[in-house]
């Protein structure tokens, strides 16, 4: 298969509602540490599982459990509303995709999938002393928790974005972010604990655009050439130039990372042909990237 239609095949996969039940986990896909960051006193994770979410801890997000496992996390999967009480004993919570329906293409999956008193909660529980992990996809996921950002002062595109001139060939939505093309700033999540960890190349799978209040670190910069459809074969657009596909910020005494899309920090395989996307694809950094996330999230990457 040449490159182009490798990669045109993935698109099709990832933008069709039909494609998302062709993914499945990478059962080859290596979740070795070999160097666990802790041995000890493991940091507690909430893996949401209580919001229809297309991700959980058995399914297409079992290789990054697997992997924070691995680095010395210990990981809990919650079938629970968010209360003070739920959240509490937990260093960090996960969220990835959730919907406001059972099914991606169900009436109202892009309805709220929190209720007012749960984003309240996560807000209250982050300034304390919580880190969150917020991941919302394209269409409907970011519309699904649009109303959890906004507490913290994020914005969603909601939709599909796209970039011809940051992105592998015959793919504009599958983009790269890479200290060459300085899409990749300077952050304690890209630079590591030393050179080992150093990010120097990611790699997302079509997803939304964010943008973050005054004081928010972007980690995954889109060039001023993106441009964002509500729909993949839209053929209007407008330009999300200044926006974002991952960004850090501080709320009170937590720290929050949102990221646009969810296939980086996994690692699936699609179709038949089994094409690779997320943590195990080829020539990218995303798995290093993943463990970076966790560490600045738990307090072991500090600001240089």
């Known amino acids: 298969m040449n490159i182009r239609l490798f990669f045109s095949t993935i698109v099709l996969l990832i933008s069709a509602m039909t494609g998302f039940g062709q993914q499945l986990a990478d059962p080859e896909f290596s979740t070795a540490v070999a160097n666990p960051a802790y041995n000890k006193n493991s940091p507690r994770v909430l893996f949401d599982e209580a919001h229809n979410n297309f991700h959980t801890t058995t399914g297409r997000y079992k290789p990054f459990v697997d992997l924070i496992t691995n680095d010395g996390y210990r990981v809990i999967a919650n079938r629970q509303t968010f209360t003070q009480k739920t959240l509490g004993t937990f260093k960090i919570l996960v969220i990835a995709n959730a919907m406001g329906a059972e099914e991606m293409d169900d009436e109202g999956a892009d309805r709220p999938a929190f209720t007012q008193e749960e984003c309240d909660a996560v807000r209250d529980w982050v300034r304390a002393g919580g880190n969150?992990?917020?991941?919302?996809?394209?269409?409907?996921?970011?519309?699904?928790?649009?109303?959890?950002?906004?507490?913290?002062?994020?914005?969603?595109?909601?939709?599909?974005?796209?970039?011809?001139?940051?992105?592998?060939?015959?793919?504009?939505?599958?983009?790269?972010?890479?200290?060459?093309?300085?899409?990749?700033?300077?952050?304690?999540?890209?630079?590591?604990?030393?050179?080992?960890?150093?990010?120097?190349?990611?790699?997302?799978?079509?997803?939304?655009?964010?943008?973050?209040?005054?004081?928010?670190?972007?980690?995954?910069?889109?060039?001023?050439?993106?441009?964002?459809?509500?729909?993949?074969?839209?053929?209007?657009?407008?330009?999300?130039?200044?926006?974002?596909?991952?960004i850090a910020l501080k709320a009170g005494k937590g720290r929050v990372v949102m990221l646009g899309e969810a296939a980086m920090l996994s690692a699936q395989i699609a179709g038949q042909s089994k094409l690779k996307m997320g943590m195990n694809h080829p020539g990218s950094d995303n798995k290093q990237f993943a463990l970076n996330i966790m560490h600045w999230l738990s307090g072991l990457l500090k600001e240089r």
């Open 132 to 246: 969150l992990l917020l991941i919302a996809d394209h269409a409907p996921f970011g519309g699904a928790a649009e109303i959890l950002a906004h507490r913290f002062g994020v914005e969603m595109s909601k939709g599909f974005t796209f970039d011809p001139l940051h992105s592998e060939p015959g793919a504009d939505s599958l983009l790269i972010f890479s200290k060459e093309n300085k899409l990749l700033p300077d952050h304690p999540i890209t630079l590591g604990r030393n050179d080992a960890e150093q990010i120097k190349r990611v790699l997302t799978f079509t997803g939304q655009s964010l943008k973050g209040p005054a004081g928010t670190a972007v980690i995954l910069q889109l060039a001023d050439s993106a441009r964002d459809k509500a729909e993949p074969t839209s053929t209007t657009d407008v330009s999300v130039a200044g926006w974002a596909q991952g």
